[in-house]
C-alpha cells in the first residue's frame, strides 16, 4: 500500500498533523514556562498560547522551524510581549510606534497561515492593539531586556530542546487538558497524585462503565 503514491500522500499529510499538533503544544508549554514570571497581560497570554502557538507549529512543519519566515513569526511573538509591556522610557514608547504597523502586518501574515477569516483576525488584531494602546502609559514593571532577549533565544532554537521520544509526560491536570483538547476545563477537577483509592465495587462499576462516560461529582 505504501507504495502508491495516493497512499503515499495520506500517510505524509497524516504526519505533518500529528506534527503540527506536537508542535504546538510544545510552542504553548515553552512559552507558559517563559512567561510565567513575567508581568505580561492576560490578553496577550491568550493569544499567543491559543493562536500563535499554532501559528509557529504550521510555520515550522511548512517551510522548517529554521526557515527565515518561521524565525520572523518566532521573533514576532517576543516583539509582542515586549511591546506590551510597561514603557516608562521615552525612547522605547517612540520605538513601539514606530515598530506597531510592522508587528501587526506580521501578525496578520501569521493568522493568515492558518486560514483564519478576515474577520476573526480584525477581533485578535483589535484585542492586541487596545492591550498596547493600555500597556503604552502603563505605570506597571516593565520587562527587562535581558528576559526578552533570553526567551527569543530559546523560541528560535526551541527544537534543540524537544526530546526524541516528543513532549514526553504532560501533567495530568486542568491546563493540561485544555490544551490538548482546547476545551474550558475550568469546571473540570482532575486528581492526579493523592487523593483517596477506588474501592473494589467503584473499580468494577469503572470496567463495566462505556467507553467515554463521564462521571460527575458534587450536587
Not at 509526560?169 to 473540570?188: F, R, T, V, W, Y
Request: glycine letters at 6%; charged letters at 25%.
Amino acid at each position: 500500500m505504501t507504495e502508491k503514491d495516493s497512499t503515499q500522500k495520506i500517510v505524509s499529510v497524516a504526519q505533518q498533523v500529528e506534527q503540527k499538533e506536537t508542535l504546538a503544544i510544545q510552542y504553548t508549554i515553552e512559552m507558559r514556562n517563559m512567561l510565567k514570571d513575567m508581568p505580561v497581560r492576560e490578553e496577550i497570554r491568550e493569544f499567543l498560547f491559543k493562536v500563535w502557538a499554532e501559528v509557529l507549529a504550521v510555520a515550522a512543519v511548512r517551510k522548517g522551524p529554521q526557515h527565515k519566515d518561521t524565525l520572523m513569526l518566532k521573533k514576532s511573538a517576543t516583539d509582542l510581549v515586549w511591546s506590551a509591556s510597561a514603557k516608562p522610557n521615552r525612547a522605547d514608547r517612540a520605538r513601539v510606534i514606530q515598530d506597531l504597523p510592522n508587528l501587526l502586518l506580521r501578525l496578520r501574515s501569521g493568522m493568515a497561515l492558518l486560514a483564519m477569516a478576515p474577520s476573526e483576525q480584525d477581533t485578535h488584531i483589535k484585542t492586541v492593539s487596545d492591550t498596547l494602546a493600555d500597556a503604552f502609559l502603563s505605570k506597571t514593571q516593565a520587562i527587562p531586556q535581558a528576559k526578552i532577549d533570553a526567551m527569543a533565544q530559546r523560541l528560535g532554537n526551541l527544537e534543540d530542546f524537544v526530546s526524541e521520544d516528543g513532549l514526553g509526560d504532560l501533567p495530568l491536570d486542568a491546563e493540561s487538558i485544555e490544551m490538548m483538547l482546547g476545551i474550558d476545563a475550568s469546571a473540570i477537577e482532575v486528581v492526579g497524585n493523592g487523593g483517596s483509592r477506588p474501592t473494589a465495587a467503584m473499580m468494577a462499576w469503572g470496567t463495566r462503565a462505556a467507553v467515554g462516560f463521564v462521571v460527575h461529582s458534587g450536587p
